[in-house]
């Protein structure tokens, strides 16, 4: 499966593991609270619901997320990304300016 790359394809227990894995860079591509709350609200779903399952293969060790806990993260993270974009912004010409002659100085 790896080597063809084919996804959406496995036992749950491995599928929700990678989904896991990526489901924090998934959240903070979101644009909205509601987005991120259904999100997570879909993922926790399905972990409960293959954890009910009796179908063989691998234990689900995945674990449920906690949506409040998650959601406070994703909130402090785009505060902290709109203030690097803010303060990027405020930067003076000058000091852009002196970085590239630096930079093309070999300083």
């Known amino acids: 499966m790896q080597r063809e790359n084919i996804t959406g394809m496995g036992p ?4 929700l593991r990678t989904e896991d894995a990526g489901l924090d860079a998934r959240i903070g591509e979101l644009h909205s609270e509601k987005q991120v709350r259904e ?8 972990v409960v619901d293959a954890r009910r399952q009796l179908q063989g293969g691998p234990p689900v060790v995945t674990e449920t997320r906690d949506i409040e806990a998650e959601v406070r993260r994703w909130v402090e993270r785009r505060a902290a990304l709109a203030a690097a974009v803010e303060q990027e912004a405020h930067q003076t010409p000058e ?3 002196s970085w590239w002659r630096q930079l093309w100085s070999g300083s």
């Open 39 to 46: 999100v997570l609200e879909d993922f926790n779903a399905r």
């Open 12 to 15: 749950k227990a491995i599928l």
């Open 95 to 97: 000091v852009r300016r």
